[in-house]
């Protein structure tokens, strides 16, 4: 049995038009849900309160103890994909945190998240893997 997966985001004015979504693979498919899990914060999904991580509860905080930080969100990402994302098993993750300076109109420092999630994929027994990047906090110090 072949199952199509929608590419994401959906564009629904296509939908209303009743012509053809897009479609993407299965690892596609997972990499956008991981994605979403990881850009999401506790709360933002209404129907489920508890999709989402625990990166963004954190945005504008002052990061004392990296690696206790980066620990508790490893705990955090890994525990909302294991209960989301039924189609991948063997779930690794890795943060790693970095300070970045920005030249803007003024100097900023931002912390920089480098997420890592391996695994496999259920239905294909498939090695998967997908790579994100993204900031947080306006003056993150460590």
Known sequence: M?????????????AVQQKELRK??????VTG???LIAVTYFGECKHDETFGCEIWEHDFENISNPQQFREKLIRSVRATIEKQEKRLTNIQVDIQLDQIDIM?????VKS??????KGTLVATNESFSHHDQFFIGPLSYY
Request: net charge positive.
């Open 112 to 117: 920089r998240i480098s997420l890592r999630v």
């Open 2 to 14: 072949h199952t199509q997966y929608f590419k994401l985001p959906l564009n629904f004015s296509d």
């Open 33 to 35: 849900m991981v994605h």
């Open 104 to 108: 803007m109109a003024m100097r900023r």
């Open 24 to 29: 993407c693979s299965l690892h596609e498919s």
